[in-house]
Structure formats: structure tokens, C-alpha cells
């Protein structure tokens, strides 16, 4: 289906607004991808939606390549799936009308956990890789760079389950360059970076930074030898 130039909706600004932070934030707005519907929250017009669309195509392709199922899981987790008093400050809670109580998922840890273990019956149907995109919501209380700190984002999470040690590193190695893949296809220069052990208690993590005047971590690189790690981690 082919649509008029003169019929798409790309408004347009020829001024810098000012609500814009930063550069990539600037463009966007000025280049009608994006607009603002509360500070944190952006709607994606029609052409930052295809830009979108183009980007979740590659990151399933390169998941669906090393045998990763997509699936959908609900916004809403209910209490009794969250550590409530464990969990992120950040994460958005409320009751419903029976007072049943609600979050948006920032990660879905727990109802990953208690479906995979009512359908898993056995070690022969592992490894299994399970991943899906969907949108994320945080209490972000100073919501900046645009779509870089907002209240509302796209997010790909995956989760892998195994019966050996042996399955967990190959799979391991598999998201690794499957990520690599991904950012090479959307043209970014990533440093792979020694990442601190995240809350789920991997003994091996990794981060992919791209190098930025705006961002808020920081890795201590050597030129020489190639070695990159969290300034939280790093060693000489």
C-alpha cells in the first residue's frame, strides 16, 4: 500500500523546542518521530513508529535464528507474583476495584517462573528460550534525555531455562552474539563491557554501551587490550 507524501502525517518543527535536552531528543521532536504526551510518556507518530517497527524486526530475526519462542505476557502482575517488599522502587503500583493489587512489570521474573513451571514437565524439553517485546513503565521521578530516562519504554527481555551448566554457557554465548548481531544491523559501535551481577545472581554478565556524551554509566576501557568493564567492577 503506497500513501501520498502530501496525505502522511510528518509535523515538521524548524525550531529547536524547548523541552528538548539533548541532540537525539531535539531531532526527533523537530523530525515529527515523536511527541510528548506527558514529561516521561511519548506517543510515536507514524514515521518514528515505522523506525520502531524496523528495529523490533531485527532483534526477532536474530532471536528467532537461535530458536527463541516470542510470546506475549500481560502488563499487569499481580501481587502475589511480586516481592513486594524486594521490589524496584521505581515500579508502578495500585489496587484495582476488588483492591486486588496490581504493578506494571518493569521485568516479568515471576510469571515467567510459575507458568514455565506448571508446562515443564521434564528435563528432555530443555533448553528453552522464551523472550518477548513489550512496553515497560517506571515511577521515573526525573524523567529526561527524551526517550533515553522516560516513564514508558519498548523493552526485549529474554529468559532461558536448562538442565545443565553446559546448556546455560552455550545459550549464553548464542544471545551474546545474537546481540551483537543486532547492533551491528542498526549501525551502532558498541563496547561489550564486564557488567555487575544483576539481582538474579548470574555469575557472568555482560553490557553493550555505546559511548555517549549523555550517558549515565561509565567503563573504564583500555585501547590496548581491548578490556572493558562497569566502573563498579573494573580491575587493573
Not at 21 to 41: D, N
Request: proline share 6%; net charge neutral; hydrophobic share 40%.
Amino acid at each position: 500500500m503506497y500513501i501520498r507524501w502530501s496525505k502522511y502525517l510528518l509535523p515538521t518543527w524548524k525550531k529547536t523546542p524547548a523541552e528538548a535536552e539533548v541532540s537525539s531528543h531535539q531531532l526527533m521532536l523537530r523530525a515529527g518521530l515523536i511527541r510528548r504526551v506527558i514529561p516521561g510518556i511519548y506517543g510515536f507518530l507514524p514515521f518514528g513508529y515505522r523506525a520502531l517497527r524496523k528495529v523490533e524486526r531485527i532483534v526477532r530475526e536474530e532471536m528467532d535464528a537461535i530458536g527463541a519462542l516470542e510470546m506475549k505476557l500481560p502488563p499487569l502482575l499481580p501481587e502475589e507474583l511480586w516481592r513486594w517488599e524486594e521490589s524496584n522502587p521505581g515500579m508502578i503500583k495500585f489496587a484495582d476495584h476488588k483492591d486486588q493489587g496490581l504493578a506494571l512489570g518493569l521485568i516479568h521474573e515471576e510469571i515467567i517462573l510459575e507458568l514455565v513451571s506448571r508446562e515443564i514437565s521434564s528435563w528432555r524439553e530443555l533448553p528453552l528460550i522464551l523472550y518477548q517485546i513489550s512496553d515497560k513503565y517506571r515511577g521515573e521521578i526525573r524523567p529526561r534525555f527524551g526517550v533515553m530516562r522516560a516513564r514508558r519504554f519498548l523493552m526485549k527481555a529474554a529468559y532461558s531455562f536448562h538442565a545443565t551448566w553446559e546448556s546455560l554457557e552455550k545459550v549464553y554465548r548464542d544471545i551474546y552474539r545474537a546481540y551483537s548481531r543486532v547492533f551491528t544491523r542498526c549501525g551502532l559501535v558498541c563496547v561489550v563491557a564486564e557488567a555487575p551481577p544483576m539481582v538474579m545472581g548470574e555469575s557472568v554478565s555482560h553490557e553493550f554501551i555505546t559511548i555517549a556524551d549523555t550517558g549515565e554509566d561509565e567503563i573504564a576501557l583500555c585501547p590496548s587490550c581491548g578490556y572493558a568493564a562497569n566502573s563498579q567492577i573494573a580491575h587493573t
